[in-house]
């Protein structure tokens, strides 16, 4: 039973660039939710996807934005890139109708921006 | 607003000695909280879960916690370290009002646990 895979593991952009990260849920989950974590500090919440749409969404700006396939694998795109976006990205799943389990957790991308 | 503050960010125990890591949590509603915990280089693995049935809840590894609505509190404990404890431990709490643990977890900015032989 495969977890959440995240691909790529590592990346370096530069300034003003424009990434795209990708995630496969655990098999049998139907939502995906993203988290950047900075160095040091606890993940924060970007956003959440289900039934292809953006359903929850935390205190990031436009620049970051995703999608959901009808697999319910998701990317993540971050537009316009700056030093601070440097971090590490993890993608969680879940499955909406059981609303007292846990998410599940990829290794995370790290992202570094020169 | 929900937040999560863990006091300590850095918690040093020998092998073999209780570990006590604390987690305070802050929400207008009945919370789901959890523990997880991050090794090097590796995501978040789920530790234990509390959604309101037994407020003392038992994880892997030996882990537990307790919750405590009048102290608004979910610390972590086990009753004796092993070198392959060491790690960064997280709080987070999720708002029940807004679904459940299917939406988005708050989490505490952790807590480095190191083990001394």
Partial sequence: DAGVTQSPTHLIKTRGQQVTLRCSPKSGHDT??????????????????????????????????GHQFPNYSSELNVNALLLGDSALYLCASSLRAY????????????LSIL | AQSVTQLGSHVSVSEGALVLLRCNYSSSV??????????????????????????????????????????????????SAHMSDAAEYFCA????????????LTFGKGTLLTVNP
């Fill in chain 2, 93 to 104: 709490v999720s708002d029940r009002a807004s679904g459940g643990s299917n939406y988005k």
């Fill in chain 1, 99 to 110: 609303s007292n389990q846990p998410q599940h957790f990829g290794d995370g991308t790290r």
């Fill in chain 2, 30 to 79: 009945p919370p789901y909280l959890f523990w997880y915990v991050q090794y090097p280089n590796q995501g978040l693995q789920l530790l234990l879960k509390y959604t309101s049935a037994a407020t003392l809840v038992k994880g892997i590894n030996g882990f537990e916690a307790e919750f405590k609505k009048s102290e608004t509190s979910f610390h972590l404990t086990k009753p």
């Fill in chain 1, 32 to 65: 995906v939710s993203w988290y950047q974590q900075a160095l040091g500090q606890g993940p924060q919440f970007i956003f959440q996807y289900y039934e292809e749409e953006e359903r929850q969404r935390g205190n990031f700006p436009d620049r970051f934005s």
